[in-house]
């Protein structure tokens, strides 16, 4: 009799203690959730490769398509990237005082710079005498960022990729270890959330209107459509390419249809810097293990 009674205290103890440790949900109070990732909404950045940023035919001073563009972007409060090469490797011009001043300037008017470092140097099949050799990438991409830092120009840690070197996958080992995130040459790509490589990041070049992927009108549609979408557009640009005319039409890279277009994106969603809007967007790519 004594032991059924102490193995009934034994069990209302347990009992007690159980009832004790658990969690009853209070009508219309619903559990709790994990927290909300971050709202994401859509962005517009826009980078430009500096081929022919100098003009050497006018002893190495600032081209004519840039002081042009230079002025719509202080008269509309639009800035762009920069992507541009170390100024200092055997294989770049040697820089000029007056071009590194230039330079500065153009960072403290708030243009940005990105990585873009020689094309000759093993990227990609750039001529026959400079094939394809990813064994020469990294002395690459380190003079661009020992250029950088040399000179005072600020940059976030992404690599814009010269010419077409990022369908090479034997370049990617290095570039994943030097930088954050890479942009590929692409022609109409957009970034949705994190289904792109974050080193092959796409771009949409408004030269697709000279290569006759795109009319202007189909170039602004797809704008609306990606910005309705909540994507991420990097637009690109050459502006030593573009054709002096103020006359607008729908197929020729000229001024006219380039300030339109950027004019347009901008009221969509303002131009922003990449490295900015990669701050914000790099825990896509971090939630998924990318």
């Not at 009853?24 to 980078?47: L, S």
């Not at 996958?169 to 994190?194: E, F």
Request: hydrophobic share 35%.
């Amino acid at each position: 009799m004594k032991k059924l009674t102490y193995i009934l205290f034994i069990l209302l103890c347990l009992v007690s203690c159980n009832s004790k440790n658990t969690i009853v949900d209070e009508p219309g109070v619903e559990p709790d959730e994990p927290p909300a990732p971050p709202e994401v909404h859509a962005a517009i950045t826009w980078i430009d490769d500096d081929h022919g940023f100098f003009n050497w035919k006018d002893e190495g001073r600032l081209g004519a398509n840039y002081k042009k563009v230079h002025d719509f972007c202080m008269e509309t409060g639009i800035r762009f990237d920069i992507a541009r090469g170390s100024l200092c490797t055997p294989y770049d011009f040697k820089v000029l005082q007056f071009q590194l001043d230039e330079c500065l300037k153009w960072q403290s008017e708030g243009f940005t710079y990105l990585y873009h470092p020689n094309h000759s140097m093993g990227w990609y099949d750039y001529d026959a005498e400079h094939p394809h050799d990813a064994t020469k990438i990294e002395e690459s991409a380190m003079d661009c960022i020992k250029g950088f830092e040399y000179y005072g120009f600020k940059a976030p840690s992404i690599l814009v990729w010269p010419g077409d070197s990022h369908k090479f996958q034997d370049n990617y080992p290095v570039v994943s270890r030097l930088y954050d995130c890479a942009i590929s040459a692409s022609y109409t790509g957009t970034n949705h959330r994190a289904e792109n490589d974050r080193y092959c990041l796409k771009r949409f070049s408004l030269e697709c209107l000279k290569a006759g992927y795109l009319t202007k009108t189909q170039f602004k549609q797809q704008l609306k459509e990606a910005v309705d979408n909540g994507d991420w557009i990097i637009l690109a640009s050459h502006i030593v390419h573009l054709v002096d005319s103020d006359v607008p039409d729908e197929t020729s890279y000229n001024f006219a249809n380039f300030f339109e277009i950027i004019q347009y994106a901008d009221s969509l969603s303002h131009i922003r810097p990449t490295g900015e809007v990669w701050a914000e967007r790099k825990w896509m790519w971090e939630a998924e293990g990318k």
